[in-house]
């Protein structure tokens, strides 16, 4: 799996936790919890509470900061289910490593930061909760509906319990 993690130019990286090793442990997590069946890229941004509502803005049309923003790259029929058809394949997997794209996350710092600090836990915790998010809804789930947002909430607690990253 390739897991790129870059930091915006006004975000100082000062977590207290390698940030690209922990995305790269949830990601690759969720995606085993999924049986994805082949190798996948993602990219993550960490910005701060103003580039992400900028973000928020332009692409969701929604003037305000959130916490994370998921770019799926692929259509799913059924969440979870990486059925991917003959013709998408080139839509789908980078041609030079073979790669399925699966899409970007945006993260807000300050949201980690903050929520973490509201729910009490670590920022390292709010990190890997906000990526499993976010890659769940990578691999095409969502959670508009409140059946659809349960499910999502108990795969992001059972992932994360079996890497041990508890609300410590």
């Known amino acids: 799996m390739t897991f790129y993690v870059e930091f915006d130019d006004d975000v100082t990286n000062d977590f207290p936790f ?4 922990l995305a790269a442990q949830v990601a690759e997590a969720v995606l085993r919890s999924q049986g994805c069946p082949c190798e996948a890229c993602v990219n993550v941004l960490v910005t701060d509470n103003s580039g992400i509502r900028e973000f928020n803005r332009q692409y969701r049309d929604i003037d ?15 969440a979870g289910v990486f059925d991917i058809p003959k013709e998408r394949r080139a839509d789908y997997f980078d041609p030079d490593s073979g790669e399925l794209i699966l899409g970007d996350i945006i993260l807000s710092a300050d949201k980690v930061k903050e929520q973490a600090k509201l729910y009490g836990h670590s920022t390292r915790r709010e990190f890997a909760f906000l990526v499993a ?3 769940l809804h990578l691999c095409g ?28």
């Open 18 to 21: 390698d940030a690209e090793s």
């Open 64 to 78: 305000r900061e959130t916490d994370v923003l998921s770019f799926p790259n692929l259509d799913f029929q059924q």
């Open 133 to 135: 998010h976010s890659m």
């Open 141 to 168: 789930f969502d959670h508009m509906e409140a059946q659809e947002a349960a499910l999502m909430e108990k795969r992001q607690e059972t992932i994360l319990s079996e890497l041990g990253i508890t609300r410590d």
